[in-house]
């Protein structure tokens, strides 16, 4: 079992030393790291360890650049980490940005961009791992700035620079909830809202104003009296022809409801082979669990990729409530040799609710 750790830092070798540089400044200012190869024992496996390292991680440092978007195995742990629901701080350290699953895995999270100089920016990321690890979040806003702009609001350097670029800060917040007006002036009253709380988040606890227009919400008015009677005759005449309708069309046949489980769509398999990735082929089963257990998180789909003969090939579990864009479970494997995909519905204690399969490769 590895040794508990506050960071897990997820890296592709190519960029091992500024990933180096990044962990020794992170310890140095009392964060302890997990970093493959320092903390892998030679008497455990190398996938296990790594596994360990971050199950007992509290969160996951991704150093974010071209090789680690192409790497299999950067691409495996953060598919792992996002199953489990850990915080994951993307530093940026070129201009490569994120396509496919891995976007996928971080498009809510906060980036921190240090594409310029990514040593300059050491302070930046021990201030952003801090924030984390004591759980105080980002609101909706904050991610939005942070995506445009490089810049959340949670220290007084960072809103003393929005004031500096007041105008750009007015149009990110106009992208959150659809705003189709906002100005300058409300872009100021809202980091200076900020700096009154101590930089916490303040959309929980926002002035009327500020509720109005980040949540689209109108000032709120007298409801106009209304007479009730047409609407409860309207009522009676439904409910008459409701009963008349049971009463004259029999018992008929009531559909029963849907059993819970898993259901597999198909599989689409993509070639990679020209793209200069670690892998050859990306196969992406599509399917839907019902609508009863849709939200849970008591539930995982586990899913295996095997070859005509039946050998299993690579295996995923996702929790229930982890499933997105219809996307059950992705697998890189270097052959095209998958010919069938089964799936799983298992409780949380691991018995089998309903399973399925899929030859359909397309």
Known sequence: MSENKAIFISYSSKNTEIAEKARDYLEENGLNCWMAPRDIKTSVSYAQAIMDGLINANMVLLVFSKDSHDSKYVREELNNAFIRDKPILPFKIDD????GRVEFFLRNQQWLDASSDPESFFDELLEDANRILKGIPLSPV??????????????????????????????VIMNFDGIEDMSDEFALE???????????????????????????????????????????????????????????????NVDEATPTGVAIDYVQMDDDSSKGYEWKYSYFVFGSVTDDIANSSDYNVHIEFLDDSGNVLEKNDTKVNRIEEGILAVAYLNEDNVKKVTAELRDGNGNVINSAESNTIK
């Open 142 to 171: 904050e991610i939005l700035l942070s995506e445009k702009l490089g810049s959340n609001l949670d220290s007084p350097e960072k809103i003393e620079g929005l004031y500096q670029n007041i105008g750009n800060v007015s149009r």
């Open 96 to 99: 490569t940005l994120p396509s």
């Open 190 to 252: 809202y980091l200076s809202q900020k700096k009154k709380k101590n930089y916490g988040v303040i959309e929980i606890n926002r002035s009327e104003k500020i509720k109005r227009i980040l949540k689209n919400v109108s000032s709120p008015q007298e409801p106009k009296k209304r007479n009730i009677l047409p609407l409860v005759a309207v009522a009676a005449v439904i409910l008459i022809a409701v009963v008349s309708f049971v009463v004259f069309s029999g018992s008929g």
